[in-house]
């Protein structure tokens, strides 16, 4: 099966990083940057978007991270999430059932904010969910420090069709574990991808909860975001965040103990959010105020 390799080249890499940045943080150049984005934004929305169930479930197992990335609110420099914090079999189940009843048909991603690799139960609880989401493609992000070739062929095993591994490193090389599967890996069953980042990067404020934030808003930027229409994440303890980027959960849209899945997507909450980002209006949540997320898409591991 194919391993790629993302940014390999340090250099190139280290350019591209340093204009993201510049980006982000110059006005100018930002809204520049969101006169393009907003066209293609414009172009690749689907009429009635709004009342479509969502392409893709974040699923939290773990609410933990081993690392300690500048840019993440998870980090472990940040100490906001606890290492005992693993979802009940109860709620997983509960979960699972309900994307069956709903006939989601998009991606299942077995991570958020977290590193999946901490629960020892994922490889069965992936196994368990393909018996139950035959066709759906499922994937999962890991920073890779406890990958190994066994562990991996044992995840594609139980059914997972994509590894995204994020090789964290700001001298760009490979973590040990990660160069250890590399050299093994005409062995590996499944996909794998091992993109090269560094530990200090600049992804953008993250829903103004990113701890290296070099630039906060003056005000709420007036483009779309589309992730809210897209995708939900379900985290530990059935909390339902508005998305992705609220990694803190400071937006929280309701909780899937007490209510359906569908219920708390199609809810009239929600939708007044997702209207409101659709229309370019980013007043509407404290955290939309100071989010300069200009993500086109949340593809990232959707099948193509």
């Not at 090789?167 to 990660?178: A, G, Q, R, T």
């Not at 899945?261 to 105020?289: A, V, Y």
Request: hydrophobic share 40%; aromatic share 12%; proline share 3%.
């Amino acid at each position: 099966m194919p391993l790629k390799l993302r940014n390999k080249n340090k250099y190139i890499y280290l350019i591209k990083s340093r204009i993201r940045k510049r980006i982000y943080t110059m006005p100018f150049l930002l809204k520049n940057y969101l006169t393009l984005k907003q066209f293609f934004i414009k172009n690749t929305l689907v009429s009635g978007i709004e009342n479509m169930l969502f392409q893709k479930i974040f699923i939290e197992t773990v609410s933990y991270c081993n690392n300690d990335c500048s840019f993440c609110p998870a980090s472990t420099k940040i100490g906001a999430k606890s290492p005992e914090n693993f979802m009940t079999e109860d709620l997983y189940m509960k979960v699972l059932n309900e994307l069956v009843h709903i006939s989601f048909s998009g991606s299942v991603a077995f991570y958020c904010n977290n590193e999946p690799l901490l629960d020892e139960r994922l490889s069965s609880w992936i196994k368990v969910a393909r018996s139950l989401l035959k066709t759906n493609f499922f994937y999962l992000y890991t920073n890779g420090m406890f990958i190994n070739i066994r562990l991996a062929n044992q995840l594609f095993k139980a059914g997972l069709n994509r590894l995204i591994i994020d090789n964290y490193n700001d001298k760009h090389e490979l973590v040990p574990s990660v160069k250890e599967l590399i050299d093994c890996s005409s062995f590996l069953k499944g996909e794998v991808i091992v993109n090269y980042r560094f530990k200090t990067d600049y992804l953008g404020n993250r829903a103004g909860q990113s701890a290296n934030a070099a630039f906060f808003l003056k005000e709420p930027l007036r483009i779309m975001c589309i992730r809210p229409l897209r995708e939900i994440v379900i985290g530990y303890d059935g909390t339902v965040p508005l998305c992705c980027a609220d990694g803190l959960w400071k937006m929280v849209m309701g909780n899937v103990k007490e209510t359906s899945i569908k219920d708390i997507w199609f809810s009239d909450s929600f939708k007044k959010i997702k209207r409101s980002l659709l229309n370019k209006n980013r007043d509407c949540t404290e955290i939309c105020k100071k989010c300069n997320a200009l993500s086109l898409s949340v593809q990232g591991g959707i099948r193509a």
